[in-house]
Nanobody, 120 residues
Framework: QVQLVESGGGLVQPGGSLRLSCAAS????????MGWYRQAPGNQRVLVAT???????DYSDSVKGRFTISRDRAKKTVYLQMNSLKAEDTGVYYC??????????????WGQGTQVTVSS
């Protein structure tokens, strides 16, 4: 169906920046939306940012003004530019998409996640 592969995570100091990438592959017909979710140890997975097929974006209040989500339609890739990182941004970031493939209509797909650690 659809596979999502994240990259770009790592260790960064508070105030630093990281850029996450998520590439979609498979028998993709269309993508309704793509987004990023974060899961910290002991917590549930929460929304960080999303972008729709029309380019509309949405962010959690905690990252507004610091993170920017964008996409490359040709590459079927979504990015998350993270600036002014804080310790509370630490967690595993999962890429998500709502997409239609050659086999299924509008299904949810998740990547394996990439670790982001903000620490001095």
């Amino acid at each position: 169906q659809v596979q999502l592969v994240e990259s770009g995570g790592g260790l960064v100091q508070p105030g630093g920046s990281l850029r996450l990438s998520c590439a979609a592959s498979g028998t993709i017909v269309s993508i309704d939306a793509m987004g990023w979710y974060r899961q910290a140890p002991g917590n549930q997975r929460v929304l960080v940012a999303t972008i729709t097929s029309t380019g509309d974006t949405d962010y959690s209040d905690s990252v507004k003004g610091r993170f920017t989500i964008s996409r490359d339609r040709a590459k079927k890739t979504v990015y998350l530019q993270m600036n002014s990182l804080k310790a509370e941004d630490t967690g595993v970031y999962y890429c998500h998409t709502l997409a239609t493939s050659s086999s299924y209509n509008l299904r949810n797909y998740w990547g394996q996640g990439t670790q982001v650690t903000v620490s001095s």
